[in-house]
């Protein structure tokens, strides 16, 4: 940020041999990952990094196979398809908030336990598998990897992934872990396929259903894996740090958290939120929105231009890294004012503010927008609804939450939070 208000739109790095270019104009930003998107490839250290446990799939591949991938997969996301899930998202988060009222201490890891939540939720939406009870299993393995693939790309010199040492050695055991758990359901379903020990709801039956609008061709289960170990990973790690910040930006803001209570109380009477409630839910969404503007969980998204280009007037040479992020340009003064207030209202649909799409891109943009964003909407509104209905959660002291700025935007300590029955909610 401090680059960004003191040299411009477009600020130029030094690492080792390579310049890295900061683009934090919406317009630039468009220009990367939209006009000229087919200028640019993903051959980054962080995408590197990235397919040694994602491989093949959507957030890493590129050229014909990616294409080939998103016509498949693009199906399974549509929003009548994925409506169904709005259940098991509330139940899950009302399961979360029974075992927060019955505990014996007030204080709760909200970070850890967003984790859980959208772990469950993942499975559940995803595989049709309650992996509640391989959850710390699951949950470490999936901290195990991103852990360190967050040390790979800070290091100045990479270490080969065939190098026999310790933090390899761990990386490959968590990796098996989660491979373990997917190919076994995977080869279930294959098994079960056409009985009525299966379903036909999760997106895992809808990814094995779906065919190339062109070729009539499925995926085979290699592709599944990597397409399901994307969505398992990127999916649930995201989702959690986007409720993680929400919670405690509620916390910080008072007369915004009494607002939105109001209005669960006023929308839902007392009972769970379900899909029919969204469109009476929309400050629940602005809030939602707020907290992904000031906390993008994927807060930096890497491109490599395969030949010269120019952007926002600076050229820019085949083979450097272009960073647009996300983080940066939500708080670009000629489109947000007071950037660093959290203030829900920018989002009332009734007021309108005339911004130009890549103002605001918490989900990416251009062909390579995440695939899973009305998915991840959803769950976040139904989520924060389901819970703020019932609890409030307040912070267990006046410290400021320290920011990681690594593949995703965690807190630097886990956010712990104070947890209380609503006078208001019921019993």
């Not at 986007?242 to 008072?254: D, I, Q, S, V």
Request: with cysteine.
């Amino acid at each position: 940020m401090s680059g960004f208000q003191t040299c411009g739109d477009v600020v130029r790095f030094r690492l080792l041999n390579r310049s890295l270019f900061l683009v934090a104009h919406p317009r630039d930003a468009r220009h990367v990952l939209q006009d000229h998107a087919n200028q640019y490839d993903k051959g980054t250290r962080g995408f590197q990094v990235l397919r040694v446990f994602l491989r093949n799939g959507l957030l890493t591949s590129e050229g014909a196979h990616w294409l080939r991938q998103r016509r498949i997969v693009q199906p399974a996301f549509h929003r009548d398809r994925i409506a169904g899930f709005g259940d098991t998202m509330t139940s899950a988060a009302g399961d979360l908030v029974d075992d927060w009222l019955r505990l014996p201490s007030e204080t709760v890891n909200v970070t850890a336990d967003m984790m859980r939540l959208t772990l469950r939720i993942v499975g559940e939406t995803l595989l049709s598998t309650d992996v509640s009870q391989e959850a710390d299993r699951v949950g470490q393995a999936l901290h195990t990897i991103l852990h360190g693939a967050n040390e790979a790309i800070s290091r100045v010199v990479p270490m080969p992934a065939w190098w026999p040492g310790r933090a390899n050695r761990t990386q490959r055991a968590a990796m098996r872990t989660l491979d373990d758990v997917i190919v076994e359901i995977i080869t279930s379903r294959r098994t079960n396929s056409g009985t009525a020990a299966t379903t036909d709801h999760d997106l895992l039956s809808m990814l094995m259903e779906a065919r190339d609008e062109e070729t009539g061709e499925g995926m085979s289960d290699a592709q599944l894996r990597d397409e399901v170990m994307t969505i398992f990973l990127a999916g649930h790690e995201t989702t959690a740090i986007a409720l993680g910040w929400t919670w405690h930006l509620l916390a910080e803001h008072p007369a915004v958290r009494q607002r939105l209570e109001q209005v669960l109380d006023h929308a839902l009477d007392g009972r769970p939120p379900t899909m029919a409630d969204l469109p009476r839910l929309g400050y629940v969404d602005q809030v939602v929105k707020e907290s992904m503007r000031l906390y993008p969980p994927a807060w930096v998204v890497s491109r490599r231009p395969m030949v010269d280009d120019v952007v926002g007037g600076f050229r820019i040479p085949a083979g450097s890294i272009v960073l647009t992020s996300p983080y940066v340009t939500h708080r670009h003064p000629e489109y947000w004012t007071t950037p660093e207030l959290f203030d829900p209202d920018r989002f009332d649909p009734k007021h309108p503010v005339d911004r130009p799409p890549f103002a605001y891109f918490p989900f990416g943009g251009g062909p390579r927008q995440c695939i899973g964003n009305t998915f991840a909407m959803m769950e976040l509104v139904l989520v924060v609804s389901a819970i703020a209905q019932r609890c409030r959660l307040d912070s267990t002291d006046r410290l400021a939450i320290g920011r990681n700025p690594s593949i995703t935007l965690r807190a630097a300590t886990p956010i712990t939070m104070r947890v209380s029955r609503r006078a208001a909610a019921p019993a």
